[in-house]
């Protein structure tokens, strides 16, 4: 009896061992299946997650390719010396500001489209370009008296002033007229500098400099060549090669007076066809020593002729490009600059008081108006 209760007691005991077993597996199954689920939960979210990844990648390349094919790479003009449009300017920075909140992509957009209306309001603002080159008669005043904002004003232009006081037209002797030994900032290194020739490193330092980063000189209507009085006082620089007597100097063309705005008047040419050329002579001038009047443009003659000749040579060039592109102003006769207006017109019997300024740069711009806007 005792063996029988023993042994049903092993059974139940054994019965309850499975039982716990049993449980204790499902429980098992239970937390796989749970752990399972919430892999699988996970997983799919990951994947959810690289796919809208990915779709916002491909999203912004596509932007990026469009804004790239939509646009096109403007060069900003630099500002000539005399600025104008400023409200302009301003307004223009303005947009550029507002925009800075957007995504990069589009602020580079926005940039452009900025750019582009910038210089399609520069284009219309200014009815024409001018480039001067010339010597300090044009880059002494630099503020609205001087004779490039004058020019600017009269003409409705927009003026790029390269002018460089002490400059000639001509190489000195000993300078190079070789273009890898180039130094001078004559006007023939001036032209061989618009037309990428030489290093623009000879200029710095210049407002020349700036003018040939930035300026479009394809875009120009009139060059002004603007040179002599500096050739005159260097007492180096001959005005012609070629004497009166049929002789002729040795030296190169290039180191005279006539012979360098010849080479510069047919340089620009080829490289600006559609541009025109005014070549203005040089001006009435008095010469001092200290205080001590020494003459006049038509009495001091260092070697090569007074400045009259000089003048007189400018009017030769002229008239040998007449029929190509090319017209003249005789300041040194028609400026109104003479023995008479001397006290008024000049400071210091070359240099031009405000009035004298004002006097020259006017003419120079009738002179333009006329030609751009020819009478019906």
């Not at 204790?24 to 699988?40: D, N, R, S, V």
């Not at 009495?299 to 002229?318: K, N, Q």
Request: charged share 25%; aromatic share 10%.
């Amino acid at each position: 009896m005792e063996s029988r209760k023993s042994s049903g007691r092993r059974r139940h005991n054994n019965n309850n061992l499975l039982l716990v077993i049993l449980i204790g597996f499902c429980i098992l199954a239970l937390i796989e299946i749970l752990y399972g689920q919430a892999q699988m939960k996970v997983e799919k979210e990951r994947l959810a997650l690289a796919e809208e990844n990915n779709q916002t990648v491909q999203e912004l390349k596509e932007e990026w390719n469009q804004i790239k094919e939509g646009t096109s790479v403007v060069t900003q003009e630099g500002e000539p010396e005399q600025s104008v449009g400023g409200k302009e300017e301003s307004e223009e920075q303005t947009k550029v500001v507002e925009q800075s909140d957007k995504s990069e992509g589009e602020g580079d957009q926005a940039k452009e489209e900025d750019n582009q209306a910038k210089e399609d309001e520069d284009d219309g603002d200014y009815n024409m370009q001018i480039v001067i080159l010339g010597d300090s008669i044009m880059d002494h005043d630099r503020t609205e008296s001087g004779p490039a904002a004058i020019i600017a004003q009269s003409c409705g232009a927009r003026v790029y002033n390269m002018a460089m006081g002490g400059t000639t037209a001509a190489l000195l002797p000993g300078e190079s007229a070789e273009r890898e030994k180039w130094e001078s900032r004559c006007l023939l290194g001036v032209v061989q500098a618009i037309q990428g020739n030489i290093s623009y490193d000879i200029f710095d330092g210049f407002p020349a400099k700036d003018v040939l980063e930035n300026c479009d000189f394809d875009k120009t209507d009139y060059f002004i060549l603007e040179y002599g009085v500096n050739d005159f006082l260097s007492r180096q620089i001959p005005q012609s090669k070629y004497l009166e007597d049929g002789g002729t100097l040795n030296v190169g063309l290039s180191y005279t007076y006539t012979g360098a705005l010849e080479d510069a008047v047919t340089s620009l040419q080829a490289s600006f066809p559609n541009a025109k050329i005014l070549i203005v002579a040089p001006h009435y001038c008095q010469i001092f020593s200290g205080k001590t009047f020494m003459g006049d443009a038509y009495s001091v003659d260092y070697g090569y002729g007074p400045l009259i000749s000089f003048a007189r040579g400018a009017g030769y060039v002229y008239e040998q490009h007449k029929e190509e592109n090319v017209i003249f102003y005789n300041a040194f006769e028609l400026s109104g600059i003479n023995a008479e207006t001397a006290d008024d017109y000049l400071e210091d019997g070359v240099h031009m008081t405000p009035l004298g300024s004002r006097v020259y740069a006017e003419a120079i711009a009738r002179v333009i108006n006329k030609d751009f806007y020819p009478e019906e």
